[in-house]
């Protein structure tokens, strides 16, 4: 069964204290991996789109890698704004228009 | 630039009362549109998706319909709400380039609608 699990659930920083996000994936083949940071009480906001393995995209303080099983969201020197919860999603190539997504990682940054 | 609109943005309606919610998007010609539901602390679940007027897929059997009576309009509704629709809905839109085997559907959402079945 295609999976999509996101860790840690929770993830408290200081100001500046670099971290990563984890989303390990399970598909037959991977069309594309998408992550997207959400406000509370706000629809997901689109920020990268991987499409292999090695493939790195940077958006600020914000920088997606991709291997063939996983993918990392990077934070550098994260600030207060950046607390969201950030969610992973996949397409596999042979399933249409589904995508899956995890449950998302809450990020908390603290001045 | 591409927008998407939701509405209402927030809903309290008693079980068993109708339910229509509306997404438009602009900007764009033939997006596929796309209904979620997303539970507190769960992934988003897909419930219906359309790649083009009058044509609506479902992903899971529920209480919930789906249809796109215009171009860029994708509504979804209820006869009756259950207290198990209670949720966050959303809808998305993307636009697709090429064979679906060969590219990747970037999905952009809306604002979302606020749904509590009393």
């Known amino acids: 069964e295609d999976q999509v699990t996101q860790s840690p659930e929770a993830l408290r920083l200081q100001e500046g204290e670099s971290s990563s996000l984890n989303c390990s994936y399970t598909?037959?083949?991977?069309?594309?991996l998408f992550w997207y940071r959400q406000d509370p009480g706000k629809g997901p906001e689109f920020l990268f789109t991987?499409?292999?393995a090695g493939e790195e995209k940077e958006k600020e303080r914000l920088k997606a890698t991709l291997t063939k099983k996983e993918s990392f969201l990077h934070i550098t020197a994260p600030k207060p704004e950046d607390s969201a919860t950030y969610l992973c999603?996949?397409?596999?190539?042979?399933?249409?228009?589904?995508?899956?997504f995890g449950a998302g990682t809450r990020l908390f940054v603290k001045a | 630039s591409q927008t998407i609109h939701q509405w209402p943005a927030t809903l309290v309606q008693p079980v068993g009362s109708p339910l229509s919610l509306e997404c438009t998007v602009e900007?764009?010609?033939?997006?596929?549109l796309y209904w979620y539901r997303q539970a507190a602390g769960r992934g988003l679940q897909l419930l219906f998706y359309?790649?083009?007027?009058?044509?609506i897929s479902s992903e899971v059997p529920q209480n919930l319909s789906a249809s796109r009576p215009q171009d860029r309009q994708f509504i979804l509704s209820s006869k009756k709400l259950l207290l198990s629709d209670s949720g966050f809905y959303l809808c998305?839109?993307?636009?697709?380039?090429?064979?679906?085997?060969?590219?990747?559907?970037?999905?952009?959402f809306g604002p979302g609608t606020r749904l509590t079945v009393l």
């Open positions: 998305a839109w993307s636009v697709r380039i090429g064979r679906a085997e060969y590219s990747t559907d970037t999905q952009y």
């Open positions: 598909v037959s083949g991977l069309r594309g």
């Open positions: 991987l499409y292999s």
């Open positions: 999603a996949v397409q596999e190539s042979t399933g249409g228009f589904k995508t899956i």
């Open positions: 900007g764009t010609s033939n997006p596929n």
């Open positions: 359309s790649v083009g007027i009058g044509q």
